[in-house]
């Protein structure tokens, strides 16, 4: 059992500008493994931060957490013109994670927002939410991640049709999002070459999704794509820093040298994201020092 002031101890690590980024971190892990109002209230408090990087993290573990307590935060920052358009896009999914189709009109309203990450994104939540509506009842397939998903996983189990599917631009985000989904389940060599295919499609949003999903299947195979996204620097930042994580998550030894040629990169997020991405490594293949919170394992993929 966590006490009271373990909570508020992981809490004040967490809004404390301070302390090292991958402290923070590993602090805001903890406390969406804990979850409840408490937890709640101190990741709320951590919006006021200046990285984009930690807050875009707070918005997307509410949103895994699935407690609709945390709507009114998630609906400000969503609101917010001043956050950056990472954090506001993560307000907006973390919405539609939690499901509840009391946020469907916002969500609605934020459908055409000037920010096309954010407008995209809420189309996502909407059709989420209106799935969720139309299958309600029926038993959830849960496939071999834990993650709550901005899109169900297709029902198409070819890869061949998945990955025709994923990169038709003619076609619905939504539904190239559940053909991602179902590649990342289908897992092999195939389904992340198919999936590094999407980092050179239009979206922006679309790609920072490939991205994160790579980081989710752990394969060798799309090191270079990944690399080589993160190595553009006309690339969306949003990107570049889902593709460093998703090296990170890799962590192979070919990801490090790309990891380390943007740990000084001149956009703060990217830099960041190669930070924490090298913690992260270190932490899979298991030769850094071990955190003391002995709660790592709750530590959940990177978003
Ligand atoms: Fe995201
Ligand atoms: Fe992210």
Not at 48 to 64: F, N, V
Not at 210 to 215: A, E, K, M, P, S
Not at 246 to 255: H, K, T, V, Y
Not at 268 to 290: H, I, K, N, W
Request: a negative charge; one cysteine or more.
């Amino acid at each position: 059992m966590v006490t009271e002031q373990e909570v508020e101890g992981l809490g004040q690590m967490l809004v404390d500008p301070q302390k090292p980024l991958q402290a923070r971190f590993r602090a805001l892990f903890t406390l969406r493994g804990l979850g409840g109002p408490a937890a709640i209230s101190w990741i709320s408090r951590a919006f006021s931060d200046d990285s984009a990087l930690l807050k875009h993290e707070l918005a997307y573990c509410l949103g895994q957490m699935q407690d609709s307590r945390a709507i009114p935060v998630l609906v400000d920052v969503l609101r917010d013109t001043r956050q950056e358009p990472m954090v506001r896009h993560e307000a907006g999914e973390a919405l539609g994670a939690i499901g509840d189709p009391e946020v469907l009109e916002i969500l609605k309203q934020y459908s055409t927002d000037p920010v096309i990450e954010v407008a995209e994104t809420c189309q996502l939540a909407v059709r989420r939410l209106e799935w969720l509506q139309q299958h309600s009842g029926e038993p959830v397939a849960q496939g071999p991640y834990l993650s709550v998903d901005p899109a169900p996983s297709a029902e198409e189990r070819d890869v061949g049709r998945l990955r025709v599917a994923l990169l038709d631009e003619a076609r619905p985000l939504f539904d190239r999002y559940r053909a991602m989904f179902a590649l990342r389940d289908a897992g092999g060599e195939e389904a992340a070459l198919a999936l590094a295919e999407g980092l050179h499609c239009g979206s922006a949003l679309f790609r920072h999704e490939i991205g994160y999903v790579l980081g989710q299947l752990q394969h060798e195979a799309a090191v270079p794509q990944l690399a080589a996204a993160l190595a553009r620097p006309a690339e969306n930042p949003m990107v570049r820093h889902e593709c460093a994580e998703a090296l990170g998550a890799i962590a192979r030894p070919a990801c490090l040298a790309a990891l380390r040629a943007h740990a000084a990169d001149p956009e703060r997020v990217v830099r960041e994201s190669c930070e924490v991405a090298l913690d992260m490594y270190e932490y899979e293949t298991g030769s850094a020092f071990q955190y003391a919170d002995g709660l790592e394992h709750l530590r959940p993929p990177p978003s």
